[in-house]
């Protein structure tokens, strides 16, 4: 029988597991036309840590790893806001598969205008307009495939616990 301990450790190794996870796809990433920012499919970590991991958790892995990719990218002017995007958009959709609410892939709605509040305080509208299509279309991607890969994933550790 698991202690609560020993429960407490395996979720935080899978946080650190799942935040590397998320760091990882996003470093996988395409520069955007714009030459700001780029798309990649760091969302789907994101929603991997909304489904695996309990609300803040999850949300402090999701935006740490994307957070370290814009650092390591060398965007780290991108680094708080995609900390607090990533985070919240991680916090939002666990809520909604906790609660069976059918709209957590609305969740990815946050990315394209968080992005697009950010960049046109940081650049210009202009600039920053050309940059939604492509980041809703990232967050859309990641949001499908995190959640089929990590409804999966649920399956499998419910299996072997």
């Known amino acids: 029988m698991e202690n609560k301990n020993d429960k407490k450790t395996k979720r935080l190794a899978l946080a650190g597991q799942l935040c590397g996870a998320t ?13 700001y920012g ?4 760091g969302d789907a970590g994101v929603y991997l840590c909304a489904l695996l991991l309990p609300g803040g958790l999850g949300a402090l892995a999701a935006g ?7 650092l390591i990218l060398g965007w780290a002017v991108y ?3 995609t900390l607090l995007i990533k985070g919240l958009t991680a916090l939002l959709a666990g809520l909604a598969f906790r609660r069976a609410i059918p709209l957590a892939l609305l969740c990815c709605l946050l990315v394209p205008l968080g992005y697009f509040l950010y ?6 509208a202009p600039v920053a307009a ?9 967050a859309a991607i ?5 959640t ?5 994933l649920k399956a499998l550790i419910k299996r072997k616990d």
Do not use: C, K, M, W
Request: proline share 8%.
């Open 23 to 35: 760091l990882l796809l996003t470093l996988l990433s395409i520069p955007l036309p714009s030459g």
């Open 38 to 41: 780029y798309v990649n499919l």
């Open 64 to 70: 740490v790893g994307a957070a370290l990719a814009d």
């Open 79 to 81: 680094a708080p806001v």
């Open 119 to 124: 960049e046109t305080i940081l650049l210009t």
């Open 130 to 138: 050309v940059n939604v299509l492509p980041n809703a279309l990232q």
């Open 142 to 146: 990641g949001a499908a495939l995190g």
């Open 148 to 152: 089929l890969v990590g409804r999966h």
